[in-house]
């Protein structure tokens, strides 16, 4: 007789991975909770089951973040873009096709792969490095950017602490992370070129999702642009007479198209526009000169497109 044929169970429930300890965790857990989603933690806090959604969480170190994904172990994953494209551009360098895609921007962790070098370089540009020692723990990214300027130079990867390496003499110059630039500073280097502008976004699956996932994927995916889109944007309510309306909606740049309609029948109109912008005191004291009236400015907590 034949041995039973070994099936894969159909998961029903999406996982999503975010980093268990880090800068991007706390970040991670709030924008989805923002999202409706909550969930009950396992003993070991290593898995939480989604109780408003079936939406499970995996809490894990961000580089393993691509790789679960890629193994179809998790659906979707809060990484930073620095850890996903360097994955991706192992992949590349060796080959592969890429399995991963960064499908949305978060709009938080925001920082940039940077070449550094001893303050007292002169820089001229990335032709400098030819020849020289460069400690990175993103030896993919930074292999990429060198052959793109066509500098040869030789990659010396670290996995921490790369900040320390000239002072050490492993290596001359470094290509690391940098947000405020503090510690570059008490490294005594300068940030000299960026390779990279990196923030935390949603990592998914370059293939299709399996149906019994696609719906529940989707619906998280909808929930989060909603989030994303309107975390810095208020709603801007005012009067203002329709002869004025050439004058009022240039003030309007970074707003939706406003919905109006009119009032009391003398030519005045009723708007409402989502700005995305900051709405400054100077802002209304604009539209106020340019005819409106009654200005109000409201925060939004939620939209659905
Ligand atoms: O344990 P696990 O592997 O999950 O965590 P990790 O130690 O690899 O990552 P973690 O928590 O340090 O960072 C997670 C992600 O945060 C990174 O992959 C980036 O996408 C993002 N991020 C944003 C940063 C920074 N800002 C940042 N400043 N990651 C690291 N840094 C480092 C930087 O390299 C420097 O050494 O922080 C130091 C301080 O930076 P300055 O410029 O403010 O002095
Ligand atoms: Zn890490």
């Known amino acids: 007789m034949s041995p039973p044929i070994q099936m894969t169970p159909v998961r029903d429930r ?51 973040i691509p790789g679960l994904i890629a193994s179809g172990l998790c659906d979707l994953g809060v990484v930073g873009r620095n850890v996903l494209d360097e994955q991706m551009s192992d992949q590349r360098g060796k080959g592969r096709e890429a399995s991963v895609r960064e499908m949305r921007a978060l709009g938080f962790g925001g920082c940039r792969l940077s070449i550094a070098v001893p303050n007292e370089w002169e820089w001229s540009g990335p032709a400098m490095l030819a020849g020289k020692r460069l400690a990175t723990s993103y030896p993919a990214l930074l292999r990429d950017w060198l052959a793109l300027n066509g500098v040869e130079a030789d990659i010396v990867e670290l996995s921490g602490s790369v900040e320390i390496a000239p002072r050490l003499g492993q290596a001359d110059a470094i290509c690391d992370l940098v947000s405020s630039g ?44 909603g989030v994303v889109k309107i975390r810095d944007s208020k709603l801007l309510m005012f009067q203002a007479p329709r002869a004025a309306l050439g004058d009022v909606l240039p003030l309007l740049p970074d707003a939706e198209p406003p919905t109006m309609y009119p009032v009391d029948g003398e030519g005045m109109l009723a708007l409402q526009a989502l700005c995305h912008g900051v709405v400054t005191w100077q802002r209304l004291e604009e539209l106020k000169r340019a005819g409106a009236r009654g200005l109000m400015v409201l925060p939004v907590e939620r939209m659905l497109a």
Do not use: H
């Not at 923002?34 to 499970?56: I, N, T």
């Not at 390779?195 to 995916?221: N, Y």
């Open 14 to 64: 999406l996982r999503v991975a975010i980093q268990k300890n880090g800068r991007l965790s706390d970040p991670a857990r709030a924008l989805l909770s923002s999202c409706g989603l909550s969930w009950r933690e396992s003993p070991d806090k290593l898995f939480c089951y989604g109780e408003s959604a079936p939406v499970d969480l995996l809490l894990v170190r961000d580089d393993d």
């Open 182 to 225: 503090a510690t570059l500073a008490a490294n005594q280097l300068k940030a000299v070129e960026d390779i990279l502008q990196s923030e935390a976004v949603i990592a998914g699956p370059v293939r299709d999702f399996d149906p019994a996932l696609a719906g529940i994927a989707e619906m998280l995916l909808r929930r989060l642009d």
